[in-house]
C-alpha cells in the first residue's frame, strides 16, 4: 500500500492539480487557493475562516472554473447559482458544508422591498466566525430557532463586494486568459477520480494534523494585523503545519494579496472625502466652505462635482463630517468672519481614519557615470565638469548705528603759518620761531 503524502507534497500536488485547469493571476493566489482549499478540511479547528473572494471586471475570467474545481477537493461542496436562505440554513446545520456560489453579484443588486436577499447576506457576514448563529422562526408555531452559519464559503462574482465581506476575504483578482496563457481543459468526468483522491489525501492529512493546528496562533508577517490577521491566521497554520518551503511561500503570499487589497480598496466614500479634505487644506489652517467646495469639485476624477447628478454642497458636506463628529464653525478669511472648517477640527479623523503621510520623498538614484575599457582611455560620454569657485564674500551693508563723532575745534596757527596741534598752555609760536624771538630779543 502506498504511504501517505506528507503535508508539504499533498499540497505540491492540490497546487498542481487547480494550475492544470486555471490560469490564476499570480503565484500568489495560487498559493492563497491552495491553502484555502486545505483549510475546507479542518474547520473544526478554526475560530476564524477566511472568505475567497474570486473577482473580475468580466465574464470569462476563470471565476466559475475555480469553484469547479474546488468542488472536487473540498469536503462537503455545495455548489448553487440560486438558492433558498432557507436552504443554505439547514444544509449548514446538518453537514456544514463548503459553500461555494457563483454569481455572487447578483446578490448584492437589489435594496429595499424587492430585496429577497437580506437573510444570505446576513449568513456570510456572520459565518466567518465559529459559533456564529442567525435567529429565525421555524415551523408551524413559528418557534425561534438559532440556524448555525459557520461554514468555508468561496464566493465568485462580477466588480467588488460589500466591504463587510471584502474585508473578511481572500481578494484574488482573476482576469482573462493573454494569447500565451495555455491550460488543459477541465472535464469533470476525466477529471473527478484524481480531484476526489486528493480531497481523500487531504481529509486524512486533516485528520492527523487537527490537533496541531487547533488553537495555534502562526507568527504573521509584519503589518498583517486586524481584519486581514484574522483572514490569514488558519491558512499559515496550514502551511507551517505542511513544512517545507510552504511557511515561506504562505507569508510571501499574504503580504503580496493583503497590500494588493489595500491598494486597491477605495474605502467608504467618507473615507474618500478625509482623503480629498487633506489634500485640499495643505498647511492652511482654516478654510472656508465655499472654497472647500471649490476645490473638491475641481479635483480630478473625483466624485464630488456629481453625486447622484448634482454636486457636494454645504449641506451634504456637513452632513457627510457629522458622522466622523467633524462639524463648520466661524472662521476668520481675510479678516471676515464666514463658515467653514479648522484644520484641528478634522486632525482626529485624519489620523484614525487615513493612512500616515509619508514623511519625506524616495531619493533619486545618482546617474550611472561611464566607465573606460581599458586604463589609457577617457569616457567621452560624460563632461568634465570645472572646477566650481567660491563666490568672495559680499561686503556688509552700512548700518545706521555708528555714533555721532563730536566736532573737533580747528588747531591755532603760528605766524610761519604752520598749525600748533599740541603746545603748552599760553603758546601762540611754534617751537622754532619761539627760539628765533628769544636769540633777537638778546
Excluded at 474545481?69 to 462537503?76: D, H, S
Excluded at 454569481?103 to 429595499?112: A, M, R, S, Y
Aim: with cysteine; glycine share 6%.
Amino acid at each position: 500500500m502506498k504511504p501517505p503524502p506528507d503535508g508539504a507534497a499533498l499540497l505540491d500536488s492540490v497546487r498542481a492539480f487547480l494550475g492544470r485547469f486555471v490560469a490564476f493571476p499570480t503565484d500568489h493566489a495560487l498559493t492563497a487557493v491552495t491553502l484555502w482549499t486545505a483549510h475546507t478540511h479542518l474547520m473544526v479547528a478554526w475560530e476564524n475562516t477566511a472568505r475567497l473572494a474570486l473577482l473580475s471586471p468580466e465574464p470569462g475570467s476563470g471565476k466559475t472554473r475555480v469553484l469547479e474545481v474546488l468542488e472536487l477537493l473540498t469536503p462537503e461542496p455545495m455548489h448553487v447559482l440560486n438558492a433558498s436562505p432557507a436552504a443554505i440554513f439547514r444544509t449548514i446545520e446538518k453537514a456544514r458544508p463548503t459553500l461555494l456560489l457563483d454569481e455572487v453579484d447578483t446578490i448584492f443588486t437589489k435594496l429595499g422591498k424587492d430585496d429577497d436577499h437580506q437573510d444570505l447576506r446576513g449568513l456570510l457576514n456572520s459565518g466567518y466566525r465559529t459559533g456564529a448563529t442567525i435567529p429565525r422562526c421555524s415551523g408551524p408555531l413559528h418557534e425561534v430557532r438559532m440556524f448555525p452559519t459557520f461554514c468555508a464559503v468561496a464566493l465568485a462574482g462580477l466588480g467588488d463586494l460589500p466591504d463587510t465581506l471584502m474585508t473578511r476575504s481572500v481578494i484574488i483578482r482573476m482576469r482573462r486568459r493573454a494569447p500565451g496563457e495555455v491550460v488543459e481543459p477541465f472535464r469533470r468526468r476525466l477529471h473527478r477520480k484524481d480531484g476526489e483522491a486528493l480531497c481523500g489525501q487531504l481529509t486524512a492529512w486533516a485528520g492527523r494534523i487537527v490537533k496541531q493546528v487547533t488553537n495555534v496562533y502562526p507568527d504573521l508577517p509584519a503589518g498583517i494585523t486586524d481584519r486581514p490577521a484574522d483572514v490569514w491566521e488558519p491558512l499559515l497554520a496550514v502551511a507551517d503545519a505542511a513544512g517545507g518551503e510552504w511557511p515561506t511561500l504562505a507569508r510571501d503570499a499574504c503580504v503580496a494579496l493583503v497590500k494588493a487589497a489595500q491598494s486597491t480598496d477605495s474605502g467608504s466614500l467618507g473615507v474618500r472625502l478625509l482623503t480629498d479634505l487633506r489634500d485640499v487644506f495643505g498647511p492652511s489652517q482654516t478654510l472656508s466652505t465655499e472654497t472647500l467646495l471649490t476645490e473638491l469639485h475641481a479635483l480630478p476624477e473625483a466624485p464630488w462635482s456629481d453625486l447622484r447628478g448634482k454636486p457636494l454642497d454645504a449641506r451634504g458636506l456637513a452632513r457627510r463630517l457629522a458622522a466622523y463628529e467633524v462639524r463648520s464653525t466661524k472662521v476668520k478669511i481675510e479678516g471676515r468672519p464666514v463658515q467653514g472648517y479648522r484644520r484641528e477640527h478634522l486632525w482626529d479623523a485624519w489620523q484614525r481614519y487615513l493612512p500616515p503621510v509619508s514623511a519625506s520623498p524616495e531619493p533619486v538614484e545618482p546617474p550611472k557615470l561611464a566607465w573606460s575599457e581599458t586604463f589609457d582611455e577617457v569616457p567621452e560620454d560624460d563632461e568634465v565638469p570645472e572646477p566650481g569657485h567660491e563666490a568672495e564674500p559680499e561686503d556688509p551693508p552700512p548700518t545706521c548705528d555708528v555714533p555721532q563723532v563730536p566736532e573737533v575745534p580747528d588747531s591755532p596757527v603760528c605766524g610761519c603759518g604752520q598749525r600748533l596741534f599740541l603746545r603748552p598752555a599760553g603758546r601762540d609760536q611754534c617751537e622754532a620761531c619761539r627760539i628765533a624771538a628769544e636769540r633777537a630779543a638778546s
